[in-house]
């Protein structure tokens, strides 16, 4: 076999991540021998999330998403075929969808969830959409909108980072339920895809002018619902401009990430007369019957196309340091994949 | 008629409201003539509460609580004795709840909410309850604790300016209702009247200290709710001590309304992996129904003595902007009340 390679995780990082100092793509030789219970993938598919730089932080006393093993890969959501197997339920030759390494070649452990997707050389969806319109962000827009966000027909909503993982379905789905549906985002490039392709009723390049003076010509009456995913500014110019009863999806906070003193928010006191409320949640703590009306509902979406999903998909794992911090700043445009290989 | 008095709004205030600056004892002549549907009342109790101080503020572009009148007395919560009326629905002699000028005799306007208390004269609770225990602070305790805490037994809270209006009903409710209680205030006396009179499980003086560290060895495996006062280091020490699905209970941010420049709260992003909920909510909007069931439940305590209530009782309207800058600075020790006359 080849030998194997991976984004190794180097030093925790206070500011944005610096490739060679704390993270690495690197030859890790060959992969090991399989013992019971486990699965070796070559990986195809690998998922980039905001979530994994909160993995990187070790200046907090906790780190409430877990962290990443010093001189270990990098692990995230992935789609791989199983290439050899110790695991009687998961065969050679399946197409599976489980936690990865970022590497070529993949041992899943014995006893992590691994799930088979059905028919995979067939589906008429891309494999990569298991890691994103069908995976986890897809999961976190349509559970935050619909079960915290309580979306009616003719509020307004505005969505920071609009054109990204989450986003873009979450401003899509909201426009199919009959919103006013606002999205911010860092480039004229992004604002032009929210307003031309997913249909956005308006939209506005943060980057240009006061984020809250943007908000309020780009809502004039007023924001019911924020779908929140960087914290900070964004979240205080929300916090001013959400009507009474206000909701704040809490689905991110990628501005506080890469820094060791975020600037904090300062306006939280009008969520007393606004009777606003903040809501955090984790995708992972739906229940089965949750995801399978998900998984029904954007599948039949996706191939009626009543929804279109964006993907930036960066090729070889040898790039995906730069597509990762990449993607910090906010440079990828629709969900930062990394294609690792082809089927 | 004697001559009326009344404490006047003179100015905004940015920091800590200054006597003669921004409000003033002054004499104001005689109480006008009645018009068709207005009452007169002599005043007898007022409130004074922390959200007054949020109607002073001028330089927001919307003050959410609304604004006090450049020149015109204060208004809040009070009791007082109807003395002339030209509303026949509210008769001379009543006793009667409004909200009402910071004033020695104050006019109620016609179309106002009037209360008249049943039984004023021979009632076993002292008529200050109407404003406090009873009032909109016992509401907003009773509401704010059980229709937005979700207290289940066996889960510990934590109340900010515990000693308060609405922070020493809070830990007396949770604590019939089976919860661990751990308050913080700025005295060691009202610490001890927490832990003796109160009999809170837990309780600290925050002003000795770091509060986090505080919180930690008063509640060392975590909080479930949070009731806060206060914003700012009080909210971030509770965020960071939350256990997940925490609930934040908002109920006031006073720590952030004498200041132009509130520090802010940095650790907003806890939120997500902890899937916290932030609440904030307003008592005025709680329904006739709720208010029912608050004011049996909440007298039946008082009567049995399964609950007290400690009032801090300003005697004379002339000392009201003092005990108002007190309270403000955390000086006052149970509910800050104006007695203005005897009945």
Redesign the interface.
Known sequence: MAQNHAVVFKKYAVDYPVIGEHLEYVATGQPPELKDGEVLTRVLYLSLDPYLR?KMRGHEETA??GRFEIGKPLINHGVGEVIASKNPAVPVGEIVYSFMGFEQYSVIPAGQYIEIIKNARQSKLPLSARIGVLGMPGFTAYGGLLWYGKPKAGETIYISAASGAVGQLVGQMAKHLGLRVVGSAGSDEKIAYLLNDLKFDAAFNYKKGDILTSLKSAAPEGIHIYFDHV?GSH?EAALEWLLPLGRVV????IG??NTA??????????????????????VL?FNDEQKAVFEKDVTDWLLQGKIIYKEDITEGLENAPAAFIGMLQGKNFGKATIKVADL
């Open positions: 909160a409430l998403f914290g979240l809490m689905c991110g906070q506080d990430y003193n975020p600037p904090g928010v300062r306006n939280l006191f009008v969520c007393v007369p606004k009777e606003i409320s903040i809501l955090g949640f984790l703590n």
